[in-house]
């Protein structure tokens, strides 16, 4: 199908994108990698008045250092965050994350902001950004905001966001010299995922000192897995303490039942998938 016709703004820095958008109203909508955006113009599921691309703000783009934290432009793409190394050094959870989604072409076009604020609740790096406690930093015509993750998710696709604003950093501390891994259940290669786990662990020696457990799929936003967490800190990283904690892992969830898993089953995924992705934490160099 062929896009309804819509107005095209290409600004070239952040303060001429949000004053486009606030002058283009509630019907506008932002393009960041278009992944997302462009199958659903092409179905017609959304017909914007006016689109804004943001594929020419340079300083949208890249990863710096910000003392405690490290700071990931919402333009760089799912490519360069694999690749970089102050990612790989200060949040391997992202980096880990990030080498699961889709496919090579789509995460050499794919943007990180992009994916974080379209809110899929099956997105592989809404989970990673909640378990690392990152902040959402947020653009409009009157200034900037930042919002935990833990606010910036409200619904199915939907965020804190409002019509005038648009995402144009996450900010995520830094979480140097801890252990992470994603993983993963879907049915065929390269698919959203059915139930994902991001599991990042601070050790000492054999015990565990610190730990971020968040899933994928398992409600209509994001959600730490507490009780999980709560189960592993201060306890020696065995097979046990790693079994008897993932079986808290569905509390608190409210998963969907659809056409690839009924709630029982993902659930149950949540559990296995959690035991998987902390063993394989721990077990990281």
Known sequence: MI???????????????????????????????????????????AAPTTLIDLGKITELRGVRDDGDAIVIGAMTTHYDVQRDQLVAEHAALL???????????????????????????????????????????????????????????????TTVLDPGEILVEVRVPKHTGWKAHYEKFNRVAQAWSMVAVAATVRTDGDTIAEARVALTNMASVPVRATAVEQALIGQAASDETIRAAAAHAAEGTSPTADGNADVEYRQELAKVLTGRAVSAALAAV
């Open 3 to 45: 896009p309804a016709a819509f107005d095209y703004v290409a600004p070239s820095t952040v303060d001429e994108a949000v004053q486009a958008l606030a002058a283009a109203g509630e019907d506008a909508k932002v393009l960041a990698g278009g992944q997302s955006l462009l199958p659903v113009l092409r179905m017609r599921l």
């Open 95 to 157: 980096a880990r994350a990030t080498d699961t989604v889709a496919d090579p072409q789509v995460r050499h076009r794919g943007t990180f902001g992009g994916s974080i604020a379209h809110a899929d609740p099956a997105g592989d790096l809404l989970a990673p950004a909640l378990a690392m406690d990152a902040e959402m930093v947020i653009a409009s015509s009157s200034g900037r905001r930042t919002v935990p993750a833990a606010e910036f998710f409200q619904d199915f696709f």
